[in-house]
C-alpha cells in the first residue's frame, strides 16, 4: 500500500515509503537485517557520563502542531523518540521490521513506519501520531468512524490501522472499497477485523465530508 506513492517501491527523504519497503523486498532482506539492529527492542539510552559530545545530534521535530528539539542518537528509531523520548505511546511498538504497521504515524500527511524512520530522518519534518487526530476532547472523523463500525478487536493494531487510514484519506478523500483495501494492505489485524475496518474507512470518508 503506498500512502504516497502509490504502488512505487521507493525511499523517501522522511524514510522507506510503506508500500516500497514491502513491494522491494528483494533488496529488503538486507535492509531488515540491518533495521533490526538499529531499532530492534527500542534501543536504551546510554548512561550520561558515558555519552561523547559526538554520539548525540540535535534535530527539531513538530509533533502534533508542537516542536520538540531533542538529542539523538543515530541509531535511534522515531517509534524509539516517539515513545520513550516524548511519550507519545499511543504509537504501538509491533515487529519492529516494518511488516505490522502498528506504528503508522503521518510525516508531512504521508503514512510512514515510524520502526523504520530514524529519528534523524525526521528531523524538520512534521509529524502526526494518532494522539494529534483528536480535535480537543473530541473523536477525530476517522477515529469516529472506527468506533461506531467497531473496527477493531484487541485493539493493540488500531493506532497505527487509523493512522494508515487518515494518510489514505489525505490522498484521496472518496476512495472506492477496493481503494480502502489497497490502501490498507500495509497493516496487519492479526484479530482479522478487516471488513470492519474497510467499511469505517469508507465512514471515515463520509464524515470528513460533513455527512454522517
Not at 530492534?40 to 557520563?49: H, L, M, N, V
Not at 531533542?70 to 511519550?87: H, I, K, P, Q
Not at 529519528?119 to 487526530?133: I, M, R
Request: charge should be neutral; proline fraction near 5%.
Amino acid at each position: 500500500m503506498s500512502h504516497d506513492e502509490q504502488g512505487k517501491p521507493a525511499a523517501t527523504a522522511t524514510g522507506v515509503s510503506r508500500r516500497g519497503f514491502i513491494t522491494s523486498v528483494g533488496s529488503g532482506a538486507i535492509g531488515v537485517a540491518a533495521a533490526g539492529a538499529l531499532v530492534k527492542g527500542a534501543p536504551p539510552s546510554p548512561p550520561p557520563d558515558t555519552l561523547k559530545a559526538g554520539d548525540l545530534s540535535a534535530v527539531t521535530i513538530t509533533v502534533n502542531g508542537r516542536r520538540h528539539q531533542v538529542l539523538v542518537e543515530a541509531r535511534w528509531s522515531l517509534l524509539y523518540v516517539l515513545r520513550d523520548r516524548l511519550g507519545l505511546t499511543g504509537t504501538k511498538i509491533g515487529c519492529e521490521r516494518g511488516e505490522c504497521g502498528a506504528c503508522t504515524v503521518l510525516i508531512d500527511g504521508k503514512a510512514r513506519y515510524a520502526c523504520m524512520t530514524l529519528a534523524v530522518e525526521a528531523d524538520g519534518h512534521e509529524v502526526t501520531t494518532v494522539e494529534g487526530l483528536m480535535q480537543g476532547e473530541e473523536l477525530g472523523p476517522v477515529q469516529q468512524a472506527f468506533a461506531e463500525d467497531d473496527a477493531f478487536q484487541c485493539g493493540y493494531c488500531t493506532p497505527g490501522q487509523v493512522m494508515a487510514a487518515e494518510g489514505l484519506l489525505r490522498e484521496n478523500p472518496s476512495p472506492t472499497i477496493e481503494d480502502v483495501r489497497h490502501g490498507m494492505a500495509g497493516n496487519i489485524c492479526r484479530c482479522g477485523a478487516y471488513a470492519h475496518i474497510f467499511t469505517a474507512v469508507v465512514k471515515a470518508a463520509d464524515l470528513k465530508r460533513g455527512g454522517r
